[in-house]
């Protein structure tokens, strides 16, 4: 078995590499499998109450990495290239609250903004979720391929007034193929696509009634006509898209990875006091995703890369305008788009490795820009926001006793410092959020004690606190600081 330290060690060009599934053949030396037990507790008085104050979950799961040996003796028979099989595979189970969620009732929040339901009560969200996910690469030097799969259900709900019952399913599947160009690099092909569903249902028990809930169309506006005391709502669509990416045999060298992804979402009025069943609003997205990275692993001193990420999302909604009801018959008379939202962000990275016999430190200064526009149409409102973050994250690896039999002892210390100034909540009604002015602290800070290769149990924790003098402190009297506590045991085999 290799390094476990391989591992933990977030290389630019890893976020690159993990875009396509054939990438990931080279992804890792060896084989490595991770069963973990974590509780986390979050505070976060900065976003939006729409997303809630904090959450406080419990999750376990299992993580492999699969790299099956090379058939040498298949290689000598048929003369022919030596091929290499890697399989992956996740299972994951996580059961956790949100707080003081108010003003929406509905599931992936920032996915569906601005078409959510809402209401002037909410309270605390229970959820649950399941994800499964796995794929296979094969290949040698010549070409390679791989195709992965990713289901997530989830379902979120409160056992007071109001009453959500949000369930979701979001499939996924690539694959993705990869031929060797002259010299040592490989020009691939991916294509993906995938299915999202989410029933978002609102009761009352109490006899009397309770808040009216609203279908909102953004900037806290809302269909007048179809918002019910009892709302029920479906979302339905799926998603297309296509990749090519430039990376080398190893990983050495130049990985980029562009991209392209379409969505298209359609609310569903479905049910409620009224019994109707009719579409209320389609959703789309066009988002562009270029990402590049070189990686110099072979220098003998300092091994160090660099990494440029840029994305881009275009968000634009349509209102379904329906005629007077004839039998509880509503004539569709137009299709208009009245949401409009540009955001893009831009991140340069360095990557940095001093390494010793028994000691790795890693460094990770970065720089990003972020911009967002949002254009409501009726009623006719804007907004625009810009935001910067300057940063650096350091990482420090002992190995302690050095390998024996292939094992290794490691703690590894980690932390990240980082500025930040404007915009950064794609919620532009949460002006509170977006305006604050700057933040500082230290977050990211882990420690992991891998005590052999065969079992290992890490602690990490993150935090960061805004300044108080920003426009959300004046308004709020308090500081929204943020906490994040994260504990955990795993094992790894």
Sequence with gaps: MASIVSYHTP???????????????????????????????????????????????????????????????????KKEKEYSDVFWGKAHYTYGQKQAVIGNETSDYLMLFPYIMSDTAGGDLTYEEYSFGGGYARGNDKIRWGASLDYVAKQEYRKVDPRPRNITSDLNIEASMAFRLPGRYFLGFGIEGGLYNQSNQVVFYNPLGGPPTYNMT???????????????????????????????????????????????????????????????????????????????????????GISLHLDYEHRYGKDIIYGPSQSDIYPELMRVQNMDIHHGEARLQADFLWNQTDED?????????????????????????TGISLGASIRKIWTLNGQRNHRENAFLLGGELSYRQGAGVLDPAAKLGLDARWAIGIGKTSFHIDLSACYGYFLSESWRNMSPWNEYARRSGHSPHVFQLRLGIGFNF
Excluded at 63 to 68: E, G, Q, T, W
């Design 218 to 304: 953004g900037l806290e506006s809302y269909l007048s006509r179809f918002s019910l005391d009892n709302a029920s709502i479906d979302y339905a669509g799926g998603h297309y898209g296509f990749s090519l990416s430039l990376s080398p045999e190893k990983r050495s060298g130049w990985h980029s990875t562009f991209s392209y992804q379409h969505q298209l979402l359609t609310r569903i009025s479905n049910g409620g006091s009224a019994n109707i069943e009719l579409d209320l609003n389609t959703l789309d997205y066009d988002i562009f995703s270029w990402k590049t990275a070189y990686w110099n692993p072979e220098h003998h001193r300092l091994p160090w």
């Design 11 to 77: 290389y630019g060009y890893t976020q690159v590499q993990q875009m396509l599934p054939d990438s990931r053949l080279p992804l890792h030396p060896a084989s490595l499998t991770t069963v973990h037990i974590i509780g986390t507790y979050n505070r976060d008085r900065h976003q939006p109450t729409s997303l809630g104050n904090g959450f406080a979950e419990f999750s376990i799961g299992a993580d492999s990495y699969i790299r099956l040996a090379e058939n040498a003796k298949k290689k000598a028979r």
């Design 361 to 385: 430190l890693f460094l990770q200064p970065f720089a990003a820009y972020e911009f967002l526009s949002y254009r409501h149409q009726s009623p006719e409102e804007s907004f625009d926001g």
